[in-house]
């Protein structure tokens, strides 16, 4: 499914390497995911979310707190995508979680799914190759996704960045697009906490002529702690925990009251004529 990020002709696999007509070659790592990511792209020398990040995001989406939004994106690619025989994708994957949890739901459901990721980070694609033998990853960027055109059923999006364009090149004629934001009242409590007072998300809608608006929802629900680590979890897989004082951090994590999350959904379908 990979194309070369060289010259955009595709690429097989054979004897551990991937490999496109013009013979560029990308080997893959022992852990199963390929670097398609040229060197004279990237913007600095690890990019993308740092080790500490990645392994609280982990712990604490590996304790099930996102599991109703993970439940609700599987739902909604059940009812809405076009095909038996789907083929997802996340763009923007970190570790892997959201696509290997909806991929097992997808399989559950009798729907053939075939998963696919890219994240910038090389440090999350190691983790989610490792974690997840049944998913294909690769470290690349959102903005030039080294898959074919017209080639997807679905694309998903959690909190990632992200070229509309880049998602319309890749996805077949009415292929779907959900596009995970937070919502207006996501961790209020915890930016409370940070920053005294906290403004509320704005929600934007998508203006394309690639995409049509198919469904938007938001998904919301209340989270219990059983300690400071599980905090501390949440905190550290956010951007407020590297721009926070220590008092603040310790008064979040001392804090015995809910945390409410809420996510802002878009289901979007690809036009035909796109």
């Known amino acids: 499914m990979w194309c070369c990020p060289a010259c955009g002709l595709q690429l097989q696999f054979e004897n551990g390497t991937w490999r496109c007509e013009s013979n560029h070659t990308f080997d893959q790592a022992k852990e199963g995911y390929v670097n398609l990511q040229l060197a004279q792209e990237?913007?600095?020398?690890?990019?993308?979310?740092?080790?500490?990040?990645?392994?609280?995001?982990?712990?604490?989406?590996?304790?099930?707190?996102?599991?109703?939004?993970?439940?609700?994106?599987?739902?909604?690619?059940?009812?809405?995508?076009?095909?038996?025989?789907?083929?997802?994708?996340?763009?923007?994957?970190?570790?892997?979680?959201?696509?290997?949890?909806?991929?097992?739901?997808?399989?559950?459901?009798?729907?053939?799914?075939?998963?696919?990721?890219?994240?910038?980070?090389?440090?999350?694609?190691?983790?989610?190759?490792?974690?997840?033998?049944?998913?294909?990853?690769?470290?690349?960027?959102?903005?030039?996704?080294?898959?074919?055109?017209?080639?997807?059923?679905t694309v998903i999006q959690v909190f990632a960045p992200s070229s509309e364009q880049e998602i319309a090149r890749i996805l077949k004629p009415g292929g779907l697009w959900l596009l995970v934001n937070p919502g207006p009242a996501h961790l209020q409590q915890l930016k409370q906490s940070i920053y005294n007072e906290s403004k509320q998300h704005s929600l934007t809608q998508l203006e394309s002529t690639n995409f049509s608006l198919h469904v938007r929802e938001s998904v919301g629900f209340d989270m219990a702690f059983k300690d400071s680590e599980e905090r501390l979890n949440l905190l550290k897989m956010t951007p407020f925990y590297w721009h926070a004082s220590e008092q603040s951090k310790n008064q979040f994590l001392q804090s015995s009251s809910v945390c409410q999350t809420e996510f802002d959904i878009q289901v979007l379908r690809k036009n035909h004529d796109s």
């Open 42 to 153: 990237r913007n600095s020398k690890a990019p993308g979310d740092n080790k500490e990040m990645i392994v609280a995001r982990r712990a604490f989406l590996e304790k099930g707190f996102y599991d109703p939004l993970v439940e609700r994106l599987a739902q909604l690619i059940k009812s809405h995508c076009n095909t038996d025989n789907v083929s997802l994708f996340d763009a923007g994957c970190g570790e892997g979680y959201y696509l290997e949890q909806i991929r097992s739901k997808l399989d559950n459901t009798l729907l053939n799914c075939r998963a696919a990721g890219c994240d910038i980070s090389k440090v999350a694609i190691q983790k989610a190759a490792k974690a997840h033998k049944k998913c294909h990853f690769a470290v690349a960027s959102t903005f030039k996704i080294p898959v074919q055109s017209s080639s997807l059923d």
